[in-house]
């Protein structure tokens, strides 16, 4: 059970988390069908380079605490933590073993939070709890106030999800990381001229940064481009996974003028971005 100083009390659910959403929502999280396409698209590796430079960036700020805002299936999170992990093993003076130093388990403990109740579960169930990590589920709005107490996240990682930057600065410790993941201007831009995906907002980097200006000063940004070549399934998988989904048909769904549907080059291009928390 989870209780707050003004009495309110929420218990953890059967699948291993707890929802601390009250009253009406106007948003809705990913669906169960969303989830399923990421995890289709996301386990056969098509995003790993993605995932590997995240886990490297936060694995060198040896935290404790880690709080995923906007998990989704758990696939950045649980890299995130295995980073954290073999970095720490790795740390040891030559011929020591983990145990006599203390790492076995080297206490990482991770938040999972989403507004998908679906996505939480899924992220919960889905091995991030093992021997060296222990990660807890929570579903919560990130327009509201999060329910996190003050400086309470060494680091906060964010990949393609909204942001609340006075909730990101209240909720990390001073000196902490934000590490923010957003499309780069040319993602998926075979896809887009197709009519098959959303357009990216052009002047997003920008906007973000001059919203997190007042809290946070930028420190890197690293930028990550492939052109995957992707079969039919891949294809409906990357647009099933996303905001693409509500805007356009699966492409398996029409037929090819020239016969049968063959592999897709598509560009995949991400902006990883770290800030560091300013102030007290």
Known sequence: MLACANGHRFDTNRRGFASLIVGSRKLIGDSPAMLDARDTFLERG?????RT???ALVAAESPVRVVDIGCGTGYY????????????????????????QGVVSPGVRALAMDLSAAAV?????????????????????????????????????????????????RVLAPG????????????????????????????????????????????????LSRVLQLSPDDVTALIGMGPSSHHAPP???????????TSTDVTVA???LAFRRTGD
């Not at 929570?138 to 106030?145: E, K």
């Not at 999060?146 to 909204?162: E, H, M, Q, S």
């Not at 957003?182 to 997003?204: I, T």
């Not at 492409?251 to 549907?261: E, I, Q, T, V």
């Open 176 to 223: 902490g990381l934000l590490a923010v993941v957003v499309p780069h201007p040319s993602h998926l831009q075979e896809l887009r001229a197709a009519g098959l995906a959303v357009d990216v907002h052009g002047n997003k980097t920008q906007d973000l940064i001059e919203s997190l200006a007042s809290g946070f000063t930028l420190e890197s940004v690293e930028d």
């Open 251 to 261: 492409p398996a769904s029409s037929p090819s003028p020239s016969g049968p549907l």
């Open 270 to 272: 991400f902006r990883l």
């Open 46 to 50: 098509w995003y790993a380079e993605l």
């Open 77 to 100: 999170l649980r890299g995130v933590l295995a980073s954290t992990t073999a970095a720490s093993v790795d740390s040891l003076a030559p011929g020591t073993s983990p145990a006599s």
């Open 53 to 55: 430079a995240l886990g």
């Open 121 to 169: 579960a899924r992220t919960v169930r889905s091995g991030l709890a093992d021997d060296d990590t222990s990660t807890q589920g929570l579903v919560a709005d990130v327009w509201s106030p999060l329910p996190i107490r003050d400086g309470a996240a060494d680091v906060l990682i964010n990949v393609f999800a909204p942001r609340n930057p006075a909730e990101f600065h």
